[in-house]
């Protein structure tokens, strides 16, 4: 089975603009959790999504959003990049909450 | 939240050694996975496992639930074995991860 697939790898922006970012999860797969990976920071817990809703949120500001479709793929927002927005954003889906979680490789987010 | 701590925080290894690699919650978590990150950034699922022992080739891992702590064992150790390992847990479906263990091996 296909694993969970993120778009872009890469991603260039300046201070100010918006980013979007995109994943697929592994099929049959219905949750779906970002986090993300700044440098000296670790993995820090970000969102989660359900059944089409979001069903928990980590610690971050309400420019950091996101929505999950029909089809269980999952676009993540960051609005108004700020410099420390850098970092490798990670999506991961599970088969139902509380089921293992399997990871894609990442987008990395630039911020120049 | 469940604080995760993990110990030790770096570990450099000639290659063919043994390691254990420990993971310490301060509360009960419903579910438990130990994951590598290679060094190209990729996460990898080693284990699910909130509770007993499972073993997979070279690496195993036992989770103490009710002492909340899990150990990852690496068994004669492979260069590519290097990166940095995570656990991670979660009591209210947001998972928590310690800040994980760099290990080195050196061949």
């Known amino acids: 089975e296909a694993g969970v697939t993120q778009s872009p790898t890469h991603l260039i922006k300046t201070r100010g603009q918006q980013a979007t970012l995109r994943c697929s999860p592994i099929s049959g797969h219905t949750s779906v959790y970002w986090y993300q990976q700044a440098l000296g920071l670790g993995l820090q817990f970000l969102l989660w999504y359900d059944e089409g809703e979001e069903r928990n949120r980590g610690n971050f500001p309400p420019r950091f959003s996101g929505r999950q479709f029909p089809n269980y793929s999952s676009e993540l927002n960051v609005n108004a990049l700020e410099l420390e927005d850098s970092a490798l954003y990670l999506c991961a889906s599970s088969r139902d909450p509380g089921q293992p979680q399997h990871f894609g490789d990442g987008t990395r987010l630039s911020i120049l | 939240g469940i604080q995760v701590e993990q110990s030790p925080p770096d570990l450099i290894l000639q290659e063919g050694a043994n390691s254990t690699l420990r993971c310490n919650f301060s509360?009960?978590?419903?579910?438990l996975q130990w994951f590598h990150q290679n060094p190209w950034g990729q996460l990898i699922n080693l284990f699910y496992?909130?509770?007993g022992t499972k073993q997979n080739g070279r690496l195993s891992a036992t989770t103490v639930a009710t002492e909340r702590y899990s150990l990852l064992y690496i068994s004669s150790s492979q260069t590519t074995d290097s990166g940095v390992y995570f656990c991670?847990?979660?009591?209210?479906?947001?998972?928590?991860f310690g800040a994980g263990t760099r290990l080195t091996v050196k061949p």
């Open positions: 509360d009960s978590v419903n579910n």
């Open positions: 991670a847990g979660n009591n209210n479906n947001d998972m928590r």
């Open positions: 496992i909130p509770s």
